[in-house]
Nanobody, 125 residues
Framework: QVQLVESGGGLVQFGRSLRLSCVGHGFTMDNYAIAWMRQVPGKAREGLSCISSTEITTYNVDSVKGRFTISRDSAKNTVYLQMSSLKPEDTALYYC??????????????????WGQGTQVTVSS
């Protein structure tokens, strides 16, 4: 059974950093593309970044480019989202997801089948 478990969120001050983790269970994450998304209540879920099975990374939101970095740790079956220079507008519930595709562009990430429960990030000003 495919499961994703996020952690690492919390309350952080403006300008600080956080690293989110997404641990995969029931499948080998290296073989598939993994995406990070975020959602603010009342707004659509926003696709932030994706890493493919061949380590190609994409960043889909201009406001996080240069501040957020997606990476893998194969030994831990984990994908990370390193977030730096955090701003209050980064406050959201952050999710990781997979559609069990090797490429990030195989299908719209909003339609991917497997999601974690999310981890809350709150940035104070």
């Amino acid at each position: 059974q495919v499961q994703l478990v996020e952690s690492g969120g919390g309350l952080v001050q403006f300008g600080r950093s956080l690293r989110l983790s997404c641990v995969g269970h029931g499948f080998t994450m290296d073989n598939y593309a993994i995406a990070w998304m975020r959602q603010v209540p009342g707004k659509a879920r926003e696709g932030l970044s994706c890493i493919s099975s061949t380590e190609i990374t994409t960043y889909n939101v201009d406001s996080v480019k240069g501040r957020f970095t997606i990476s893998r740790d194969s030994a831990k079956n984990t994908v990370y989202l390193q977030m730096s220079s955090l701003k209050p507008e980064d406050t959201a519930l952050y999710y990781c997801a997979t559609g069990l595709y090797p490429r990030c562009d195989a299908r719209d990430i909003h339609e991917w089948e497997y999601w974690g429960q999310g981890t809350q990030v709150t940035v104070s000003s």
